[in-house]
């Protein structure tokens, strides 16, 4: 069974610094995806970034990177020049290979941001 | 660019009632989930559909039923409802075979009184 944890319930970073959320996962496939999601106060789902498992190259998009180990199994979110709109509670979720498959998600990281 | 569109957003509904919630995908995406968020707690995967055929369940009570139709939208059909089943529930749709990113509709919020 596919495992999502997530270890820090709460993280906080000031405004314009960076911060780091972890996640580490189990599971026996050996093609699968990862995400992290990003749910506000509003409660919508947004997707953040994406990481395939057969890609070496960490994904980026814009401030978000994440730092990809496989081998430990290790997905974490890198956060720069932190900003008060991205406060909110922080999901990591996994996918197997293959359509129409769930996404398993972790119990989240709560981020605040101080001005 | 076009959403996952639900509805309703809000539904307030007494113990033991029938409630319906609806989902339309994004155009052209053939694949659709259903999630349960209770509060503070992480979504849970209800059940799918691919190209109008279920394709995955998870744990879905069997007083819930779910469908896809012609046209992609879905229809969660939940009776006998209890309290317990007050919980935020997302629809997400994806575009299948070409990637596994699922875009996530606003959700619909049931209230079971």
């Known amino acids: 069974a596919q495992t999502v944890t997530q270890s820090q319930p709460e993280m906080s970073v000031q405004e314009a610094e960076t911060v780091t959320l972890s996640c580490t996962y189990d599971t026996s496939e050996s093609d699968y995806y990862l995400f992290w999601y990003k749910q506000p106060p509003s409660r919508q789902m947004i997707l953040v970034i994406r990481?395939?498992?057969?890609?070496?190259q960490n994904a980026t998009e814009n401030r978000f990177s994440v730092n990809f180990q496989k081998a430990a199994k290790s997905f974490s979110l890198k956060i720069s020049d932190s900003q008060l709109g991205d406060a909110a509670m922080y999901f990591c979720a996994q996918h197997p290979q293959g359509g129409s498959e769930k996404l398993v998600f972790g119990k989240g990281t709560k981020l605040t941001v101080n001005p | 660019a076009a959403g996952v569109i639900q509805s309703p957003r809000h539904l307030i509904k007494e113990k033991r009632e029938t409630a319906t919630l609806k989902c339309y995908p994004i155009?052209?995406?053939?694949?659709v989930y259903w999630y349960q968020q209770g509060p503070g707690q992480d979504p849970q995967f209800l059940i799918s559909f691919y190209e109008k055929m279920q394709s995955d369940k998870g744990s879905i009570p069997d007083r819930f039923s779910a469908q896809q139709f012609s046209d992609y939208h879905s229809e969660l059909n939940m009776s006998s409802l209890e309290l317990g089943d007050s919980a935020l529930y997302f629809c997400a749709s994806s575009p299948g075979q070409q990637t596994y990113e699922q875009y996530f509709g606003p959700g619909t919020r049931l209230t079971v009184t």
């Open positions: 990481q395939e498992a057969y890609k070496q």
């Open positions: 155009p052209r995406h053939d694949t």
